[in-house]
């Protein structure tokens, strides 16, 4: 896999040699062809230029606010094309998530533990969920690589402006298609919960569909990240826009599950439980407990990534996704192993894999359990339930008293309170799932 590492000196190697920023400043773009890349220590292009979050931009994309698109089978444009489209913040489940029956009569599937993105897709579809976010029955027609009809089209730039393009038997990649009597559903999924996505992955096959068939063409951009399937269906306003698309409709849905109760939780936080040892990991860092879950469920997937690889998954920088890794090692869900040439690589422990086997609500409550073996933390939850607010005091003292609490700045245990306040309030919000 290329890394953003390796992306960010391979792009810059290209940059140099071709001298990209030069042209870009003087036409407003730069084109550079798949023979020109591999040219380069024989570099694959289409790795290079896979780029799907913001956050996976190389550095010296991200440092001149560019971006890359495709433009035929050989050839990719750079230049300030505003491309990636903003998703609404992820938010613990609640009412507004819809529950649906999980399917009793499928042994090749695991709904328990749906950590790929195929998997994701094809649960949704054997339960009602797409069914019931589509409005009608479906069929999959369509999957896996395509190329392009030539087409037309105008992008927004940053910092304003327009700019015209023209793509022609380009390679699109569709992660599912679905045709029913009303319209045609594309499928864009992640396995994990996302900011935003590279639209490119919906607008090229959105432009190439709409070209060959009457029905509706309907982009929808699917996440799954917590035992929650997120849909964000879209529309673009003009056909030839790229920049014109905007989310018309979401929904949320689990399949059917016991719940967890607030019982359940008070009885955790009563009981005597044996206190973490994380050893030598540092006190959590990382806000979102979704975000520690997701990650832990890549690595199932994968069974192993080195640290950039990680992070290029998870849409993340690497330092991002290290404060996330050491929140899963410190709970015992991660850890690392040497892999072949001494390369470190992150791994699943078999603790995650005993507790993301188990039903939901087995799953959570143990999860929950973890999180409540953290010093102090029984505390903090009671406190918090009995006053109807977190208790900042209580959670500083948590982080001043953990293993090297003394040696931490003002600034690093205010960082890591507001962790513990944001995983307790990840416990109080547990039941309402």
């Known amino acids: ?18 001298h990209l920023l030069e042209t870009i400043h003087r036409d407003g773009y730069a084109d550079i062809t798949s023979q020109q890349i591999k040219d380069l220590d024989n570099l694959e292009p289409r790795l290079l230029g896979k780029i799907d979050h913001k956050e996976n931009l190389p550095e010296v994309f991200a440092k001149n606010e560019l971006s890359i698109l495709t433009i035929s089978n050989s050839a990719y444009r750079i230049g300030p094309f505003d491309i990636f489209q903003n998703l609404p913040e992820w938010r613990i489940p609640g009412s507004e998530v819809r529950k649906l029956p999980t399917p009793s009569t499928y042994e090749t599937l695991n709904f328990r533990k749906l950590t790929s993105e195929p998997q994701v897709i094809n649960a949704a579809n054997v339960s009602e969920v797409l069914e019931t976010f589509f409005g009608e029955k479906t069929e999959l027609t369509i999957s896996g690589k395509h190329r392009t009809p030539e087409f037309e089209f105008k992008v927004n730039l940053v910092g304003g402006g327009v700019q015209k393009l023209t793509v022609s038997k380009a390679q699109i990649e569709i992660d599912a298609g679905y045709e029913g009597t009303n319209a045609f559903y594309i499928l864009e999924a992640k396995n994990h919960a996302a900011s935003n996505f590279n639209l490119r992955q919906l607008y090229y096959p959105y432009r190439t569909w709409k070209s060959r068939i009457k029905k509706p063409v309907v982009p929808i951009f699917l996440t799954y990240s917590n035992d929650v399937f997120d849909f964000f269906k879209f529309e673009f306003e003009r056909e030839d826009d790229f920049s014109s698309a905007h989310l018309t409709k979401h929904g949320r849905f689990m399949l059917s599950h016991e719940s967890i109760t607030t019982k359940d939780l008070d009885n955790l936080a009563n009981v005597d439980l044996e206190e973490l040892r994380p050893g030598d990991t540092p006190f959590p860092q990382a806000d979102s407990f979704e975000r520690v879950v997701d990650l832990v469920a890549i690595l199932l997937d994968e069974s192993s990534m080195t640290q ?10 690497p330092r991002q996704s290290d404060y996330y890794w050491n929140a899963a090692r410190y709970l015992g869900l991660a850890n690392s192993e040497e892999g072949v040439d001494g390369v470190t690589l992150r791994v699943a422990t078999e603790r995650a894999h005993n507790i993301f086997s188990l039903e939901y609500r087995e799953k959570y409550l143990a999860l929950a359990k973890l999180v409540f073996s ?25 982080v001043e008293i953990s293993k090297n609490g003394r040696s931490y700045s003002e600034s690093t245990i205010t960082r890591r309170m507001q962790t513990v306040i944001a995983w307790t309030n990840w416990l109080i919000c547990l039941p309402k799932t």
């Open 1 to 18: 896999m290329v890394t953003k590492s390796n992306k960010s000196a391979n792009w810059q190697r290209l940059f140099d040699e071709y």
């Open 308 to 317: 950039n690889e990680l992070a290029e998954h998870y849409a993340f920088d």
């Open 374 to 398: 953290i010093p102090g933390v029984q505390d903090l939850y009671l406190e918090w339930r009995k006053n109807g607010k977190p208790s900042e005091v209580k959670a500083r003292q948590l």
